[in-house]
């Protein structure tokens, strides 16, 4: 039961954690039968938009604004993805990744619930805006992490310098730490996708679940042990640009 004035989220200069007590809803434009809770906008400093979608029956989602990119990742129902005359299934842990310009349709026939990151496109020199990616997470490689080889990372997108982020999982089993505190220029997004632990951001410690969404700003300095079960996060990071851009 929630505890009325209490809530496990926390708001800081450079870190904000988001817990479900704390979820209010509303439409973006252009949702239908949807509606959004937005975790990470520009309004905390970031330079993307993070938010959960939750679909009813006939549910959609809107239109990208130009020159944004679209990350979605499923987290439960269906979604039908429309583009052209494609059509496709996106169910639970099915994710896509659409470059700026490439129109799509995401609805839903049944209740449905996914992540959505959005960002403004930076091109690099030449080269060309990435492909439309699609997949499973259940079906990407695993590998272990440099530094501790007792966690997974799968990386959901292609190592390639036209994609201006990663998304990554990152599957800890029981009592596995981050092996340092890590301190870095990449922001991050972040969504617990199962079990819990501790999250240190700064030199607070936080308990979190699945569920829970973090933000960290460039430089937060960041470290996280799971509990006693399976633990894992989808990860979003800003790569493969100068900081100066
Ligand atoms: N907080 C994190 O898990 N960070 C990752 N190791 C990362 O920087 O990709």
């Known amino acids: ?12 200069s450079n870190y904000t954690l988001h817990t479900p007590d704390a979820f209010v809803r509303a439409p973006l434009p252009g949702m239908q039968n949807a509606t959004a809770i937005v975790h990470i906008s520009p309004h905390l400093g970031a330079k993307f938009t993070q938010y959960t979608a939750e679909l009813q029956a006939g549910g959609r989602l809107g239109t990208l604004p130009a020159g944004f990119s679209r990350f979605v990742y499923v987290h439960g129902g269906e979604v039908k993805l429309t583009l052209g005359t494609d059509q496709r299934t996106l169910k639970s842990a099915s994710y896509a990744c659409f470059p700026p310009g490439l129109s799509h349709d995401l609805h839903s026939d049944e209740p449905a619930r996914m992540t959505v990151i959005e960002k403004p496109y930076m091109p690099l020199g030449e080269i060309p805006p990435p492909p439309f990616v699609i997949g499973n997470a259940a079906e990407v490689l695993v590998k272990p992490l440099p530094g501790e080889d007792r966690i997974d990372l799968q990386t959901l997108l292609p190592d390639h310098p036209a994609f201006d982020f990663a998304v990554n999982v990152m599957t800890y089993p029981p009592g596995v730490t981050l092996p340092f505190v890590e301190i870095h220029v990449m922001e991050h997004g972040l969504v617990m996708l199962q079990g819990e632990g501790v999250y240190l951001l700064n030199e607070d ?6 569920g829970d969404v973090i933000y960290m700003a460039p430089y937060c300095p960041q470290w996280f042990t799971s509990s006693n079960g399976v633990s894992g996060y989808l990860i979003y990071k800003d790569v493969n640009r100068h900081p100066h851009v």
Do not use: E
């Open 1 to 12: 039961m929630q505890r009325l004035g209490f809530t496990r989220s926390k708001i800081r």
């Open 205 to 210: 410690h936080h308990a979190v679940k699945a």
